[in-house]
C-alpha cells in the first residue's frame, strides 16, 4: 500500500482526504438512514472524483513533460501509470461509499413502508 500512495505523488492526499470523510459521511447515512444526510454524501463524492481527475491529469501533465525535456519515452508509460493510481484510489473510496451507502437506503426503504406490507 505505501509503494501505490509513494508512486502517486502528491497528488493522492486530496483523494485520501476526501475519501475518508466519504466515508465516514456514508457511515453515517448507513446508520441514521436520514435522508438530510445524503447531499453531503453526494457532495463529497463528487469532490473525490474530481480531486482524483485532477491528480491524475496533472501527473500525467507532468510526466509528459519532464519525458520530452529529458527525452526519455519509456518511463512516460511508467509515470503515467503511477499518475492512474490517484483516480483508482478515488473510484474504490467512491465504490466503497456507496456500498455502505447501500445498506443505509435498504434500511430507509424497509423503514419508509406502511405496517403489513
Known amino acids: 500500500m505505501s509503494t501505490f500512495i509513494e508512486a502517486s505523488g502528491w497528488g493522492i492526499f486530496p483523494v ?3 475519501g475518508i470523510v466519504l466515508n465516514a459521511a456514508a457511515l453515517l447515512y448507513a446508520g441514521s438512514t436520514r435522508p ?3 447531499p453531503l454524501f453526494g457532495i463529497l463524492a463528487v469532490a473525490t472524483f474530481t480531486s482524483g481527475i485532477l491528480g491524475a491529469v496533472i501527473g500525467a501533465s ?3 513533460r519532464w519525458a520530452a525535456r529529458e ?3 519509456g518511463s512516460l ?9 490517484i483516480l483508482i484510489a478515488a473510484c474504490v ?6 456500498l455502505i451507502a ?7 426503504a424497509v423503514q419508509s413502508q406502511p405496517p403489513g406490507q
Open 77 to 85: 508509460l511508467v509515470d503515467t501509470a503511477d499518475s492512474a493510481n
Open 102 to 108: 447501500c445498506v443505509g437506503a435498504a434500511r430507509y
Open 36 to 38: 438530510r444526510h445524503l
Open 62 to 64: 507532468s510526466s509528459a
Open 93 to 98: 473510496f467512491i465504490i466503497l461509499a456507496c
Open 71 to 73: 527525452l526519455d519515452y
Open 16 to 18: 485520501l482526504l476526501f
